[in-house]
């Protein structure tokens, strides 16, 4: 099967294609048929009953109702990045991450979200993908992202994850969420300047290219949005400083201590939940806000995160725990 222009809608061609190449656009539309279709058969073959038997497990001994408590026990995590790169003028400068929404899951999580941002403190929004939990658009999902967009008091810049298709950029970029599609923008303070640059999903589309994403910048400091933390090395070694992401919820059910049996990544486990380094890059990768699968957490606390940059002269050391 292929597409062709006559194929695609015009509103989402005219707004897509002079940023993503037509190889892109193409590639990530027949992707998402397939998706739609079949979710690759295996993939639900391997995950559905995994959910399921989770579910059934925490009802029959009677945990259910305390996992879904858990799963709505939102906090905030903060995370200092320091960095000899970074301006002057944008030391203290704060970027609140919210990842993996799932906004049209079982449970509601608008209200404890609006709840947890009242009286925080940062200058950006950044969302790291999965806005949705389920393979189409609803009436639902996108009354709760029009309702969401005025509690967030700054730009938003977002990437897409696993569970987005490309059309919702159209009516979220509408009510004010940025995408960054294999793109960077400037975010200028005084007479300086840092880029945020995002990429398309890797984990299933395969659609993230991260060198269109970095072309043109040049001794910047850069903050990367990626769904996913797999592409950290090809980051670091592009000159990233901050890796942002989400996508393994953390694990969402994990064991005593919070040892996520499952992150869904093909990469080290080490990049697979909070703060990690890798070479000169500093990483985070968030345990969301929302859940899929099962719908209930344990030892594994949704969160949002707000990093604060921080400007380290040149020279400082500071302890490096690099993934492998």
Do not use: I, M, V, W
């Given at each position: 099967m292929?597409?062709?222009r006559e194929d695609i809608d015009p509103q989402l061609l005219g707004r897509?294609?002079?940023r993503i190449s037509w190889y892109h656009l193409?590639?990530?539309?027949?992707?998402?048929?397939?998706?739609?279709?079949?979710?690759?058969?295996r993939e639900l073959d391997d995950l559905l009953p995994l959910g399921a038997a989770i579910r059934v497990l925490a009802t029959l001994t009677g945990i259910r109702r305390?996992?879904?408590?858990?799963?709505?026990?939102?906090s905030v995590t903060h995370h200092t990045c320091r960095s000899a790169k970074?301006?002057?003028?944008?030391?203290g400068y704060r970027i609140l991450q919210l990842s993996d929404l799932h906004f049209d899951g079982p449970l509601d999580y608008l209200p404890g979200l609006s709840d947890c941002l009242e009286g925080l403190r940062y200058d950006l929004c950044v969302i790291t993908g999965d806005f949705r939990h389920r393979f189409q658009d609803s009436k639902r999902l996108r009354d709760q992202f029009a309702a969401l967009r005025p509690v967030i008091d700054a730009e938003i810049f977002a990437v897409p994850g696993n569970h987005d298709a490309l059309g919702m950029v159209v009516w979220l970029e509408e009510m004010g969420y940025n995408f960054l599609l294999n793109e960077s923008c400037a975010i200028r303070r005084a007479d300086a300047s840092i880029r945020v640059a995002g990429v398309d999903d890797y984990h299933y589309f395969r659609c993230a290219d991260i060198e269109k994403a970095m072309a043109g910048i040049e001794d910047e400091f850069v903050v990367m949005l990626n769904h996913s933390p797999e592409?950290?090395?090809?980051?670091?070694?592009?000159g990233v400083d901050l890796y942002l992401s989400g996508h393994t919820h953390g694990g969402q059910v994990c064991g005593p201590g919070g040892w996520a049996p499952r992150l869904n990544l093909e990469c080290s486990r080490r990049v697979g939940q909070g703060a990690w380094r890798f070479r000169d890059m500093t990483g985070y990768t968030s345990r969301g806000v929302g859940t899929s699968l099962a719908h209930l957490r344990f030892n594994c606390a949704p969160e949002v995160v707000v990093h604060e940059l921080r400007r380290e002269s040149p020279g400082d050391e500071f302890q490096?725990?690099?993934a492998e």
């Open positions: 292929s597409l062709k897509l294609e002079p193409t590639q990530r539309l027949l992707r998402e048929h397939d998706k739609g279709d079949h979710f690759t058969k305390r996992g879904e408590r858990n799963a709505r026990a939102l970074l301006p002057q003028a944008f030391d592409q950290f090395r090809e980051a670091a070694y592009a490096r725990h690099d």
